[in-house]
């Protein structure tokens, strides 16, 4: 597409897009926020007042079919993704939809597939790809800092949070209806992604997955190995029911280590037989602005910048499910 200027719809204007998202749209060059919409209106009123968007909505059609609107930003739980990517791309607008891409992979190819044949562009939040401190690991990577990679591992585990205890009305992210499984979905996606972008593709997988705590139904613990297609292995374990927190991933090569973590902001160490350096970066006010900067970028004319689309979003989906399918 060759748009002079990008005008953004959100559909789902909930606390994700207060600070991590909604702001970036305002401050990119040749973006704007022009609309907004959630099921209850008042809260999106508020929500525009406060933002300074023009217009709000309490009808996710209205929004969609607005002409003054270019794009849609889709940030409803992933039970939703579907309907309104398809919604968008018949009304011939690009979209930028909430990780994790769909409820499974299935929808995630029907969601392609749609865009395609309306040839609007797909775009999916895995911002990570965009933010300087995946983008210098990967650079690192390249340069072949630590020789011929061997494997990655993984460890991600968590306290359970007091609001995920009640079995009877638990948080939406472990509803699989509404969110596809259960935190490993909403969090370990945002990992599994970033390896792919550092590592490039994974070509099989298997894991285990269990409910260990019983807080509700969707696991809370899943247990991965994969070989991509380059040779290299991984191995991964996230846990949601564990007595503390810990997020540390490690990619392993012939003459070095790099050590990282996907939500932290401690240093990036490199150890090689020369010593140790490391590379701190200050986590971004607005996490997602690096990756709309390039969704915009190629909206307005300079094409394929945009590192995060449907199909990678699609085969983290396709990861997790394999992994979680035993």
Known sequence: ??????????????????????????????????????????????????????????????LINDPDVDAIYIATPPGSHKEYT???????????????MALNWAECNE?????????????????????????????????????DIRFVSTTQYQKAKED????KNPPWRVQPELSGGGLFFDLASHTLDILEFLLGPIKETKGFSSNQA???QAEDIVTGTYRFQ???HGVGNWCFSAFEDEDVNKIVGSKGSITFSTFGDDSIVLKTANG??????????????????????DLTGDTNLCPSTGETGARTNWIMEEMVKD
């Open 1 to 62: 597409m060759n748009l002079e200027k990008v005008r953004w719809g959100i559909i789902g204007c909930g606390d994700v897009t207060e600070v991590k998202s909604g702001p970036a749209f305002q401050k990119v060059k040749n973006s704007e926020l022009v609309a907004v919409m959630r099921r209850t209106g008042e809260l999106a009123k508020d929500y525009a007042k406060r933002h300074n968007v023009p217009k709000w909505y309490d009808d996710a059609d209205a």
């Open 164 to 167: 995920m205890k009640n079995s």
């Open 276 to 297: 140790q350096e490391q590379w701190k970066f200050e986590r971004p006010q607005h996490v997602h602005q690096h990756l709309v900067e390039t969704i915009v970028a």
């Open 86 to 100: 398809l919604k968008a791309a018949e009304a011939g607008k690009p979209v930028y939809i909430e990780k994790p």
């Open 230 to 232: 380059s040779g290299i």
């Open 111 to 147: 969601m392609i597939a749609a865009c395609k044949k309306a040839r609007v562009p797909l775009f999916v939040a895995y911002y990570r790809r965009a933010q300087p401190r995946f983008v210098k690991i990967k650079e690192l990577l390249e340069n072949k800092m630590i020789g």
């Open 214 to 216: 019983g807080f509700y």
